[in-house]
């Protein structure tokens, strides 16, 4: 996953419209959205020149071997949004404690696009958790390194 680093005006509430912002202060890759509620003092891993007012905007592709109806489940501190192939299915907007929003979409086999942005508002707390759960299948961290593509997709 791709985040693109965005600084925000001070007491923003809610999510900028990342698209149009024009001047991004940063990068950071990671392969999984696995950061538990915890107090700001560790701050935010990969952001070392801003500990609050900042929004990073995750994008990234990832394979569905198995199709089926999967869920989701957002944790975040502050607000956050999931779209899965440009469909907003997670809406976690807002400056508030760790909320867990809950969502599922059907999946094709193959490539999808994901898109998970995020804003940190306060320096309080921060989490921003990513979980996923095909057909069958118990509730575990979303990484791409597991939803990589085989070797010939077309096979």
């Not at 005006?9 to 912002?21: G, I, K, S």
């Not at 701050?43 to 869920?71: C, H, M, Q, S």
Request: with cysteine.
């Amino acid at each position: 996953l791709k985040g693109t680093i965005y600084n925000l005006r001070h007491n923003a509430n809610h999510l900028p419209d990342v698209e149009r912002m024009k001047k991004p202060m940063g990068t950071i890759y990671t392969s999984e959205l696995n950061i538990p509620t915890q107090d700001f003092k560790q701050g935010f891993p990969g952001v070392t020149d801003r500990f609050e007012w900042f929004a990073i905007d995750y994008t990234g592709k990832f394979w569905i071997e198995k199709p089926g109806l999967y869920a989701f489940v957002l944790t975040s501190d502050d607000g956050s949004r999931l779209y899965i192939d440009d469909q907003l299915i997670a809406d976690n907007d807002g400056v508030h404690q760790a909320e867990n929003r809950h969502c599922s979409i059907r999946l094709t086999r193959g490539i999808h696009r994901i898109r998970v942005s995020y804003f940190q508002g306060p320096r309080f707390q921060v989490a921003l958790v990513l979980r996923v759960a095909g057909p069958g299948e118990e509730l575990r961290i979303f990484s791409t390194e597991e939803f990589k593509p085989p070797p010939n997709p077309d096979t």
